[in-house]
């Protein structure tokens, strides 16, 4: 098992452009959940998604930022018309249930995304 | 809300020396506290959940309700525990999605 998978890794985007950041969960897992950190902070919730269907979007900024967890294909995370305040490092990870009273969150590796 | 303090950012200690990485909490109900751990170059993993009480690598975390806090402790450290550890919460039987992070403490283990 790969492990989450996050692409890309690393990447650069002007003012104003779009970023798309894509998640690919472990075999398995139908939970998926995105995570942003910015410098000096810890891992702040973002939204968390099933196939299809957004459950939680509250920590999402109210515009600009959308995620969708298609029937085929990865999970992405879209910021349109990004600004130098969106440069951070996006997390995503996955789990087999929600995580009520047992089982475990899996990491990727990350997507830093840089404004310049 | 929840609210999760590390109030140091970088630890260092040498080898076999005793390790203590604060953790501090605000919550007022019933609250499920962890340790992730991300070592160079890998993914933030899990170290240790309160609820199973175990000893993982060495490490123990204890939850003290009174001070509320999650302290993280190893007698002896390892230069192999040198990594970022990032103390957790999220109120008893509720989802992932409401995991809370702290900040984070670098511990760096010297020869």
């Known amino acids: 098992n790969a492990g989450v998978m996050q692409n890309p890794r690393h990447l650069v985007r002007r003012r104003g452009q779009e970023a798309r950041l894509r998640c690919s969960p472990m075999k398995g897992h139908s939970h998926v959940y995105w995570y942003r950190q910015l410098p000096e902070e810890g891992l702040k919730f973002m939204v968390y998604?099933?196939?299809?269907?957004?459950?939680?979007e509250s920590g999402m900024p109210k515009e600009r930022f959308s995620a969708e967890f298609p029937k085929e294909g990865p999970s992405i995370l879209r910021i349109q018309q990004v600004v130098r305040g969106d440069s951070a490092a996006y997390f995503c990870?996955?789990?087999?249930?929600?995580?009520?009273?047992?089982?475990?969150?899996?990491f990727g590796e990350g997507s830093r995304l840089t404004v310049l | 809300a929840q609210r999760v303090t590390q109030p140091e950012k970088l630890l260092s200690v040498f080898k076999g020396a005793p390790v203590e990485l604060k953790c501090n909490y605000s919550?007022?109900?019933?609250?499920?506290l962890f340790w992730y751990v991300q070592y160079s170059r890998q993914r933030l993993q899990l170290l240790l959940r309160?609820?199973s009480r175990e000893s993982i690598k060495g490490f123990t975390a204890d939850l003290n309700k009174g001070e509320t806090s999650f302290h993280l402790k190893k007698p002896f450290a390892q230069e192999e525990d040198s990594a970022m550890y990032y103390c957790a919460l999220k109120p008893k039987n509720t989802g992932f999605q409401k995991l809370v992070f702290g900040t984070g403490t670098r511990l760096l283990v010297s020869p």
């Open positions: 998604l099933q196939k299809e269907n957004i459950i939680d």
């Open positions: 309160h609820i």
């Open positions: 990870a996955s789990s087999q249930g929600q995580g009520i009273e047992t089982g475990e969150l899996f």
């Open positions: 919550y007022s109900g019933s609250p499920e």
